[in-house]
């Protein structure tokens, strides 16, 4: 079971260009998440989807941009990148049942010059 | 939003307990999660408390109190394989995870 895959691994990006980070799950659940994580910040949270169909922004959503068309994919778009989205992103889904504890894709590191 | 509270770095010995604590505010409370994540990876779940007391997995152990807004992690038998971050993480009123920066754990032969 491959769990949740993220593409690209790494990515150095110039200032004012686009990107998406695509982030996919096999496991079926209905929950899907976008964090940051950036030194002595923790994990910080930028937009979710709690069901297909559906987006929210979390806690630093701002610059960033997601889709949720089906069950499996949700992809984040910098729709143009700044030096201060240099960081460490990773996807994580739920099943919203139970614990509804989140499982973590391994993360894309990008850095915007 | 959240605040969240845990020391940055802690070091111990082979086969020896640390105890990490982990302080919190939340605007509403649907449980707290534990988390280890060694460099370059992934954080992994490792514990979830929702109601006071002790939680207790091999090794591993979490506490929680809500009215003192607290919980640890309690590390036994340290093996070298557990240096990594800890995170502590709180989910509030709105279903939401919020994460303290981590502990960097270091075991040390």
């Known amino acids: 079971t491959a769990g949740i895959t993220q593409a690209p691994t790494s990515q150095i990006l110039a200032a004012g260009r686009s990107m998406t980070l695509r982030c996919t799950q096999d496991?079926?659940?209905?929950?899907m998440y976008w964090y940051r994580q950036d030194l002595g910040l923790g994990l910080r949270l930028i937009h979710y989807?709690?069901?297909?169909?559906?987006?929210g922004k979390g806690e630093v959503p701002d610059g960033y941009s997601v889709s949720r068309a089906n069950t499996d994919d949700f992809p984040l778009t910098l729709a143009s990148a700044v030096p201060s989205q240099t960081s460490v992103y990773f996807c994580?889904?739920?099943?919203?049942?139970?614990?509804?504890?989140?499982?973590f894709g391994p993360g894309t590191r990008l850095t915007v010059l | 939003g959240q605040n969240i509270d845990q020391p940055t770095e802690m070091t111990a010995t082979e086969g020896a307990i640390v105890q990490i604590n982990c302080t919190y505010q939340?605007?509403?409370?649907?449980?707290l999660f534990w988390y280890q994540q060694h460099a370059g990876e992934a954080p992994t779940f490792l514990s979830y408390?929702?109601?006071?007391g002790l939680e207790e997995k091999g090794r591993f152990s979490s506490f929680l109190s809500r009215s003192k807004g607290y919980s640890y992690l309690l590390l036994k038998e340290l093996q070298m394989k557990d240096s990594a971050s800890y995170l502590c993480?709180?989910?509030?009123?709105?279903?939401?995870?919020?994460f303290g920066a981590g502990t960097t754990v270091t075991v040390r032969a």
């Open positions: 993480a709180v989910r509030d009123g709105d279903y939401k995870l919020s």
């Open positions: 994580a889904s739920s099943d919203a049942r139970d614990v509804d504890e989140q499982f």
């Open positions: 496991m079926r659940h209905n929950a």
């Open positions: 408390n929702v109601l006071d």
């Open positions: 939340t605007s509403g409370f649907n449980g």
């Open positions: 989807s709690n069901t297909a169909g559906t987006t």
